[in-house]
C-alpha cells in the first residue's frame, strides 16, 4: 500500500513576513493519519485551525492567504510546495502571526526542516486527486491573456511558461517542464527564489506591503540587471519559481493531483480558480489508492524519490 506521511518528529523555524515584516515563529508537528496540513494560529486568544481546502484561499493578490472565520494565514504556498514536493500528506503548521515567514524567498529551507525532522509512514492509504478529463480557466485576451489547465496524467506534472518582457528575463528560459518522477524538486525546483523590480518594490513599501522584503529573500532587479550579488540561483530561475508556487497553489486542495498541469503566465488567483473549477465538475475526477504500490506512478512509492 502506498502510505500517508507525517514527520517523525516536531521541528521549528523563527522569520519575517514577506509584506509584514512581522516576526513569525513555526512550529511543523506531526499529524494523525487523514488530518491534511493545517495551520494553527496559536497567538489568538482561542487557537484556531485553517485545514487546506482549495475553498480556504481567500486572498491572491500577491500571495495565497487562507482563512477560517477572521482567522488567516498569508504567503503559504512556499511551504505547501515543499509538502508537496516531499509528499507529506498530515502535519500541523502552528503559526505566531498571520503570515509564513518568508525565509530565502523560495522553499528550500523549508525542505531543509522537513528532512531534519524526517518522514514517517502511516497506517492509511494516500489519497489521490485523478484528473480523468481536461479541464481548463482562462483569463484576459491578447496580450493580457493567461489560462491554466490540468489533464489526465499518471504521474504528476507541471509545465509552465512565463512571458516577461524583460532584458534579464528574456536571457532566461521562460518555459519549463517538471515531473515529479523524473526530477528531483529538492534539486530542481526547491531552490528558485521569488522575484520582484525595484520599481514596483517602492511601489508595494508605499502601500505598506514586502515590509520584509530584500536581497536576502528575493531575486530584485533594476530595469537591466539583477541586483543580488551572487546572482542566480538556476539559469531558468524565475519559471522555476513560478512551478514552486503552482505546486504550492494545487497542494492547497488538500490532496495530491494525478494530473499534468500546464499554464500560460498563470498566479495564485487562477491556479485557485482551476482548483475550484475541478472540483466542480465532479465527472472530472476521482479520488484513488494504491493498495498495490507498483501500480502507483513511478518513483511515488520511495520516500528517497524527492530528496
Ligand atoms: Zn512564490
Redesign the pocket.
Known sequence: MLQQRTLKSITRAVGVGLHSGQRVELTLRPAPADTGIVFRRVDLPEPVDIPMRAESVTDTRL?STVSTGGAKVQ?V??IM?ACAGLGLDNLYIDITADEVPILD??ASSFVFLLQSAGIELQKAPRRFIRVLRPVEVREGEGDNLKWARLEPYHGFKLSFEIDFDHRVVNATGQRYEFDLSVGQYARDIARA??FGFTKEVEYMRSKGLALGGGLDNAIVMDDHKVLNAGGLRYDDEFVK??I??AM?DLYIVGKPLLAAYSAFRSGHALNNKLLRELLAQSDAYEIVTFEDTRQAPHGFGEIARAW
Open positions: 500571495a504567503t504556498e512556499h510546495s524567498g523560495s527564489r521569488t519559481h513560478k514552486l508556487d504550492g
